[in-house]
């Protein structure tokens, strides 16, 4: 987008690019410095939705006096933008204003393009609720706005609310049977751009007051307030290609390092498993061919539940330790009253050896002990 400025009016020409929102800003601001009352004239065929917004909101908290002006084509976020004062655009007799939804693409996965649609939900809502607020209508009536590309002269743009004075034209009248679905948003935009001739001849551009502002608040290098407007602007948008890098690098560094700790963290977790279970498994809790389900139950639902789980499974006694136990008793006389308390004091041994081999006494003294 070029931006061209003469005393308090600025006027928008062209698509709307990454880093237009962030000069505009820039210009804007030190206009607001000097003058009460600003112009802004659009002629434009849309663009970066993201910078449009930011254009967007530029205009729309300035406690200044604005009046917007649509001196050819208001198309796509141009639209939008024209909508963001409470005093609605005034628009030339022989412009249009082009209103759709929202579109982009985007290049990966699936979840990628569910993201971006889900943006451009996101954002069409925005632009209904925008429309619904800016006109009054309902939101069933808008909504059909966002169908296609929908077109409106001076006198339907009135109608609609869209706009609230038809004004002269700045350039000379375009045919009467100017067709723009046929012409399509930069024919359009095209047809007024050959036309259209400033009333005040003398030339628009940036001048050197409002240059220097802009080079030291965004710390441009390579260019000073005798640069031309397009230098300014490569340097601009050089800035932001090179801050949007750096970010990008650290993103990415950052991104490493998380995977990295994950990675770390699934590591010791993975060994914490092993060791519970190759502890049941050398208690006799479980044996090697239960192994694999039960570091499943722990990679599931967590170490925690996998203790309580083995926790719960009594040791398995060897099949020769029952055969000499066989006959034998291991109740020692003046023993039966002992409870919990009394069997860990005298004899702990002997109480262990009792949750393998007489899980049900031993289950029945923990109970009493910890009232189960």
Known sequence: MIFQVQQNTIAAYGQIWEG???????????????YSDITVKIHTYGGSVFDGNLIFNTIQNSKKNIDIQIIGIAASMGAIISQSRKNKPRMVRNGYLMIHAPSGGTDGTATDHENTAKLLRSIEKNFKTLLVNSTGKPESYVAKWMVGDNWF?????????????????????????????????QGMYYQFTALLTPKNESKINLDHTMKKPIIE??????????????????????????EKSELQGKLDAEIKKRETAEESLKAKAKAAITAVVEAAKKAGKITQDQVATYESIAEASGIEVLNTVLGAIPARNPIYSQ????????????????????????????????????????????NAKYKK
């Not at 109608?159 to 100017?178: F, M, R």
């Not at 300014?232 to 090179?242: M, Q, S």
């Not at 003046?334 to 009792?354: I, N, T, V, Y």
């Open 153 to 185: 002269d001076a006198e339907q743009a009135l109608k609609e609310g869209l706009i609230s004075e038809i004004i002269e034209p700045e350039s000379d009248t375009i045919i009467a049977n100017l067709n723009p679905q046929e012409l399509g948003v």
């Open 217 to 242: 608040a965004l710390a441009l290098t390579g260019v000073n307030e005798q640069s031309s407007d397009t230098a300014i602007i490569d340097a601009v948008n050089a800035k932001f290609a090179a």
């Open 323 to 366: 055969i000499q136990s066989h006959g034998k008793t291991d109740a020692v006389l003046g023993r039966e009253e002992w409870d919990f308390d009394k069997w860990q004091k005298e004899d702990p041994k002997a109480l262990e050896a009792m949750a393998g081999k007489e899980p049900e006494k031993f289950k029945e003294l923990f």
């Open 20 to 34: 237009n929102g962030m000069e505009f800003v820039s210009i804007f601001t030190q206009m607001e410095s000097q």
